[in-house]
Nanobody, 118 residues
Framework: QVQLVESGGGLVQPGGSLRLSCAAS??????????MGWYRQAPGKQRELVAA???????RYADSVKGRFTISRDNAKNTVYLEMNSLQPEDTAVYYC??????????WGQGTQVTVSS
């Protein structure tokens, strides 16, 4: 069983930056967190993939965040990060961490609010 705990959300002005972290804990094997990623859900919208990274470093990004967001992971710490730069109001959402044997599968974190507003 994988537990995921996110941190790093908050309020930021347009053009600002935030860094999200998500640490996996519990009883699991490495393949249980082969893929780790970040999703977000804005009010009235469906949850969408923001970025994902597999254990060997291959990444995937939503078109809307390419060039602004960077996903990375520390396999020794079972932690995934999301560096968010040039944030815009449309990035406002609850951001969820996900970890599993493939992108979008497995466990979810409780979510962390990111609000971009002046």
């Amino acid at each position: 069983q994988v537990q995921l705990v996110e941190s790093g959300g908050g309020l930021v002005q347009p053009g600002g930056s935030l860094r999200l972290s998500c640490a996996a804990s519990g009883s699991f094997v490495r393949n249980d967190i082969y893929a780790m990623g970040w999703y977000r859900q804005a009010p009235g919208k469906q949850r969408e993939l923001v970025a994902a990274i597999i254990r060997f470093g291959i990444t995937r990004y939503a078109d809307s965040v390419k060039g602004r967001f960077t996903i990375s992971r520390d396999n020794a710490k079972n932690t995934v990060y999301l560096e968010m730069n040039s944030l815009q109001p449309e990035d406002t959402a609850v951001y969820y961490c996900n970890a599993g044997r493939d992108v979008g599968m497995g466990s979810w974190g409780q979510g962390t609010q990111v609000t971009v507003s002046s």
